[in-house]
C-alpha cells in the first residue's frame, strides 16, 4: 500500500481565499482523521471520521473550518476564508480500528501558507 | 485526558542507546501508553506501546515501571536517522485511539 496520500504538498494562498485539502486513506482503514501542527500549539487533533462519518469535531477552530468524508477513500479539509494564521502543515492520518492499541498511519502532510 | 510529561531536548551519541523518559502520574489502569516520533518534515510515525508489561519491537523498547507512573523509550543503538521529536501519549483505554499530543523531547543525534 503507498500509505497514506495527501495533496497538494505545499500550498500557498492569500488570505480570504477558498482552500481545499484532500486526503486519501490507506485502504480498508475505518477511521481517518485531521490534525493540524504550529509552532505555537503543537499537533491538534482537529477532527476524526469512522466510516466516512464525523464522531468527533470538538478541535475544529471555527465556522471557517469544514471536513467531508463523501467515500471511504477520499476526505477533504476546507478553509473558507483563510486567514494568515491558518500557516501551518495538516496531516491525514488512519487507522484500522478504533481501539487503543490501534496505530495511526499519518500521511506526509500539506504545509499550507496564507498570506 | 491524562498528561505526560517528557524533557523538552536530549542528546545522545551515535551507536549509544538512548533513555526517552516520560512521567504519567494521573495514568489511570486502562490507558495505553503509546509513543510515535516524528522526523523532520516529516508526518509521526508511530513507534512501540504497551500497558503493563515491557514490550519489544523492532524499533525500539518499552520499560514501563511497575506502578505505572512513568515509562522509558530505549533505542539501544542511536542512528543519525533516530534524530526525531518523540511523543509519549496516553490513550484512554477501551474506548478510542485519539492521540493528544504534549509537545515531547527533540532528539539530537551526535555523529
Known amino acids: 500500500d503507498a500509505g497514506v496520500i495527501q495533496s497538494p504538498r505545499h500550498e500557498v494562498t492569500e488570505m480570504g481565499q477558498e482552500v481545499t485539502l484532500r486526503c486519501k486513506p490507506i485502504s480498508g482503514h475505518d477511521y481517518l482523521f485531521w490534525y493540524r501542527q504550529t509552532m505555537m500549539r503543537g499537533l491538534e487533533l482537529l477532527i476524526y471520521?469512522?466510516?466516512?462519518?464525523?464522531?468527533?469535531d470538538s478541535g475544529m477552530p471555527e465556522d471557517r473550518f469544514s471536513a467531508k468524508m463523501p467515500n471511504a477513500s477520499f476526505s477533504t479539509l476546507k478553509i473558507q476564508p483563510s486567514e494568515p494564521r491558518d500557516s501551518a502543515v495538516y496531516f491525514c492520518?488512519?487507522?484500522?480500528?478504533?481501539?487503543?492499541?490501534?496505530?495511526?498511519?499519518f500521511g506526509p502532510g500539506t504545509r499550507l501558507t496564507v498570506l | 485526558d491524562a498528561k505526560t510529561t517528557q524533557p523538552n531536548s536530549m542528546e545522545s551519541n551515535e551507536e549509544e542507546p538512548v533513555h526517552l523518559p516520560c512521567n504519567h502520574s494521573t495514568i489511570s489502569g486502562t490507558d495505553y501508553i503509546h509513543w510515535y516520533r516524528q522526523l523532520p518534515s516529516q508526518g509521526p510515525e508511530y513507534v512501540i506501546h504497551?500497558?503493563?508489561s515491557n514490550v519489544n519491537n523492532r524499533m525500539a523498547s518499552l520499560a514501563i515501571a511497575e506502578d505505572r507512573k512513568s515509562s522509558t523509550l530505549i533505542l539501544h543503538r542511536a542512528t543519525l536517522r533516530d534524530a526525531a521529536v518523540y511523543y509519549c501519549?496516553?490513550?484512554?483505554?477501551?474506548?478510542?485511539?485519539?492521540?493528544?499530543f504534549g509537545t515531547g523531547t527533540l532528539l539530537a543525534v551526535q555523529p
Open positions: 492520518a488512519s487507522s484500522l480500528w478504533w481501539r487503543d492499541t490501534d496505530t495511526q498511519y
Open positions: 501519549i496516553l490513550i484512554y483505554g477501551g474506548a478510542t485511539n485519539k492521540l493528544i
Open positions: 504497551g500497558l503493563t
Open positions: 471520521f469512522n466510516n466516512n462519518v464525523p464522531i468527533d
